[in-house]
Structures are given as structure tokens and as C-alpha cells.
């Protein structure tokens, strides 16, 4: 990406063919293809990318096998036709990112026959479902083959379990890519630029909106012929400010995860738990060195606070501990997550967790605003060709086919899975820090290192305990849009996600980076210290977690002080 200086420039008063509104994985996705369609194309995202529901995923790519059972069991056409085209889009999102993602085998396990039977039928309906895009067949496995594979679920009348194949991803680097792709296509992007209000034509209609900088705290205006709201959870907040009368579709729902260290339960497998007390199916992935949790389903208002409860920490731990053999507790979670799934409300009500997943794409006669709504991150790229199908329609342009079924994504060509060998041999890197930068960043990580080769102090590590290197908050500024700690911590290198006591001792050495490259003050870079480790407390002490477990959980003052 360009510096945030450079496109405000390139942004401010100018004329585009489309304009969207939010930077999360269907607004991204809906850039990416109006930009490779021709159209000149500007992305607007009121906070960071991914900053909120976009990089709170399960980090699974899937069809969905709650969808399958509702969609048999009441016969539901909708559910069906969302897990259908989930199932057809998840080997696209591997194909298309693969240093984002990989195959990923679920073991469900069975404590009676009669369960066993029923889940191996339901996955081979599972697997015939997906046709061409099928990963690999479902099987049975019998008690031993399950327990050589999970050793640490609980035996007591354990009969065997299925095994099925979908993917896994990394959500937030995945959201980021997809800017990076809409960029380096020739697109327009700003991060902290939220739409205060819209231009219009005479005739009441859209031509354009009014947007605050957040961080330079000045407004300018963008002028377009076509505007996407893609803006999720709060999509009815920007359809309420084109036309007020607008009834509200949206229906909030909250999911939290929590992550664990992976020895609690040691496994290359994810646990799928089948049935929790409210209906739902409940995950334990591994991820990134770590066994995350999820997921809860809360119906939530726009303003409600998205974090991890103790009531949320209670719920997942209940769940999770009755197919262990060692049951976790409070003190072994190190970190954790809540986000805001964008269900679209149905004319019946009822439980968020009956909702479908199908998404919504509605044209508001009176402003001519064009909103995305519903969805989820696997069928990310089909609601964007949808969303831009309808924006040629409603232009009356020339219909360009979508060029996104398979386009890889930036730092994707030329990926293969043993590349991080390749940054080890160039680099002489150890191969942790191999790892980490060929996971998050593909082929672009030796753009990364290239900095190494202007300072030699960025090949140093953030922490000793972390791979991640300094070169890659430096690089996350100048080409990523970073623009805070948070920024960082949460969605470039993931160290937040990993621990957050681990973000907390990390702080003041990242926010001395960014001092530098962005010319903060000491003043400014202190109190940026000292308001990111007060976010992180806050997270912590909304989990029932201890601050003072650690020596790492430091007070803001003690934070800001080592800068």
C-alpha cells in the first residue's frame, strides 16, 4: 500500500467509479473486483482493516455442518444454499492465498454408537455436497486411532470418532492481503476515514461522501458514481445516514473464542464438540502454536462492548472440559477475542443462533446506496461478485466478468509450503522466524527482510520468546498502513492473539518503531504505550483473568516507562 499522506492526496476531492465503505473481508473483496473489473475504485475503512468483525473468525474455512443438519432437519433452502456455496468457495480461498491458509482434518467425537453412525452419514452427505471442491472423504476412526491422534481427549466411553477434511485460515492477514492485492491493482485505500455523511444530487440521490480522518482530525469529500455499503454488524448506521427512514435489518450476534497454551491438549487435529447446551457445535483448533476456543452466539446491539466475558470463559470451558481427560481452568487462558457476526434479521425473529448465514444485497431506491449485508468470511468473494454484478446494473455499464474466482493473492505466487526453507538458506534465519514471516507475509516476507539490509537492528526479535522480528513493524507502517500499537500487536504479526501479556511486554518496543517512522513525540509515544497496555488490562480483567500472574502484565506507567 501507499503511505496514508500519499492517499489522501490521491483520495481527497477526486472523482471514482465506486466508492466502498469498509475495509473488512467483503468490503476489501468487493474492491479488489470492481478495481480488476476496470472501474477506479476507492476503499474507505473507518478504523484499521480487520480491525473488528473480519479478524474475530473461528479461522476456519467451511461450509458448515451446523448449516448441514439445520438444513436437512427443517428442511431449509436457505441454509442449504449457504453451505453449498461455502463448500465451492473454500477451495478457491486455499487456492488463492496459499501461505493464509492450509487443509485442516476434524475429529468429531462419538460416545455412543448410534452418534457415531449418525455423524459418519452426515459428513459423507457433507462430503458428496461439496463435488469437485471435496478436500479429502470423511472416515471412521475407531477408538485408538482417535486417541493416537487426540491422547488428551477423555476415554470414559469414548467408542471412536469421524474424520473430515475443510480449511484453515488467517483471518486478519488474509483481510490485510486482500488490500494489499486491491493496491497493488491500482486501487485507492485510507484506514481511519469513516464516512460522516453523503453527498447528493439534486434529486436526493448519492454522489459521494464526507469523511473524517481520524487521525489528523480534518475532513475532506470523495465523489463517486456508485457507493457500497460493506460495513457489516453496522451496516444499518450507514443505510440510516443515506436515508433515515430505512427500517433496520440487522440482528448483531456475539462470538467469543478464547486460546489456550496447545499442551492442555496436544493435537495437529482440530476437536469439533457436536452439540453444546443452546444447539451449537463448539471448536478446538489449533492455531498458531496455541488451541483456540470458540465460539459463543450472544445477541448484541451495535454499542455493545465485544470482549471476552467471564461468562463467555465459563460457557467455553464448561463445554470443552467434558471431552478432556485433564480439564483446563480461568489460569491456563492466554489470550482471547469476541467479535460481531452480521446476521441479517428474519420476519419470524428468534434466536440469532437459527439465523442463516446467507447474505443480502439490497439497492435503497431513495439514495441508490448499495448494502452488502450477511455473509461470512468463506463466502467473502462471492458476495463481492454479487455486490459488483449489481453495482454494473445499476450503472447501466458495459458487464465485465469477475476476474477473483482464481487470482492469487498478493504473496501468494510462487508460495510453496516449504518456502520458509528458502528464507533460512537466503537469510540465515532460524527457523521459527522462517516460520512466522512465510505464514504471515508469502513471497512479500522478503520484502520484509530487505529493511534488515538497511538496518541490521530490525533482524532483532520483538521479544526473545517471539519470532516476529522489528523489521516487520517497520514494514507494516511504510507498506500496511499501520498506523497505532494496536495496529500491530492485533492484526500484523498476531502477538496479541498469541498472548496477550506477551503484546503488553511488547508494547513500548513497538511503539518506539512507529515513534520513529511516523515522528511521534516521546509525550505522544508514551501515552500511545500507556493507552494500548490500559486496553489490554481491560481485556484481562473482562476474562476474570489476574494481572499479576505475570510480570509481563505491567501497570501503563511501568510500560510507558521503558520507551
Known sequence: MKSRVEELTNISGQHFDLCVIGGGATGS???LDAQLRGGRTVLLEAGDFAGATSSAATKIIHGGVRYLEEAIKGADLQEYHVLVRALHERVRMLENAPHLTRKLEFLVPGYHWIDVAYLDVGLKIYDWLAGPGRISPSKYLSQEETLKRMPGLNQNGLVGSVAYADGQFDDTRYNITLVQTFSEAGGNTLNYARVTDFKREAGGKISGVVVKDQLAEETFTVNAKAIVNATGPVSDSIRQLATPTVQKRMRPSKGAHILLPLDVFPTEDALLIPKTEDGR???AVPWGGRLL??????????ETELVVTKGDVDYLLRHLNQYLARPVTRDDIVSGFAGARPLVGSDDGGDTKKLARDDVIEVDPASGLISIMGGKWTTHRAMAEDTIDR????????HAISKTRNYVL???K?????YWNTLCRQYGLPAKTAHHLAAKFGTAAEKVLALVSENAALRDPILEAHPAIKAEVVYAVRHEMAATIEDILARRIGMQLYSWRDAIQAAP???SLIAEELSWTSSFTRTAIMHYVEKVNHL????????????????????????
Do not use: I
Open 29 to 31: 473483496a468487493c474492491a
Open 281 to 283: 457445535v463448539l471448536f
Open 293 to 302: 476456543v470458540g465460539t459463543t452466539d450472544e445477541e448484541v446491539t451495535p
Open 391 to 398: 453495482v454494473q446494473q445499476v450503472l447501466g455499464s458495459t
Open 410 to 412: 498478493y504473496g501468494g
Open 414 to 418: 510462487g508460495f510453496t509450503d516449504d
Open 509 to 511: 518496543v513497538v511503539g
Open 540 to 563: 484481562l480483567d473482562s476474562a476474570g483473568l489476574s494481572r499479576e500472574r505475570s510480570s509481563a502484565s505491567m501497570s501503563p506507567e511501568s510500560a510507558a516507562a521503558q520507551c
